[in-house]
């Protein structure tokens, strides 16, 4: 990896305050019976060079997003997705000195990412102490929270997968 200065990290920091977002993301693991966790950082634009420079920079994948429907006007964008989990700390720690609109979220996901290592020594027959699963989970709405668009206030509700939502969209096209 290069060398990265005060300037790479600003330059990537004013990426993230306007087109990328700091997230959380909890999935459920049936047969441990809990949540498991992980800190995720996007970032979206037209121009794929930027983009590569970002992983180039910090690591992580380039990915298109969905591409625009046919007969519109509309450009390819591309998603940088940072590695995740405690691999994003570097980007964060980095960037967070620069950041003006996404610090609290940045700290949050700084707070997930040193209860996940906290959390590391009982991996195996050691289950979490309720505390922690607490703490965790407490951490995860607060992002949800400072994540929040509009103007309808914030609701703690689960919502259901992009995934789901899309196979739901589809069957009910199929069936109208």
Request: proline content about 7%; charged content about 25%.
């Amino acid at each position: 990896m290069p060398e990265i200065k005060d300037t790479d990290c600003a330059y990537a920091a004013g990426f993230v305050d306007g087109e990328g977002c700091i997230a959380i993301g909890r999935s459920f693991e049936p047969r441990r019976g809990r949540f498991y966790y992980t800190v995720q950082i996007v970032v979206t634009n037209r121009d794929r060079a930027v983009l590569e420079w970002l992983r180039q920079t910090w690591g992580g994948w380039v990915v298109p997003t969905t591409k625009p429907a046919p007969g519109t006007n509309a450009r390819q964008s591309w998603n940088w997705r940072c590695p995740t989990g405690q691999s994003g700390e570097p980007f964060l720690l980095g960037i967070a000195d620069y950041l003006r609109i996404k610090m609290p979220q940045c700290e949050n996901a700084l707070a997930m990412i040193e209860l996940s290592r906290r959390s590391h020594r009982t991996l195996g027959p050691y289950p979490l102490p309720k505390a922690w699963l607490a703490e965790q989970e407490s951490v995860y709405w607060k992002q949800r929270e400072l994540n929040h668009r509009g103007s309808v206030e914030f609701v703690r509700k689960p919502m259901h997968s992009p995934r789901k939502i899309n196979r739901d969209r589809l069957s009910q096209a199929m069936l109208s």
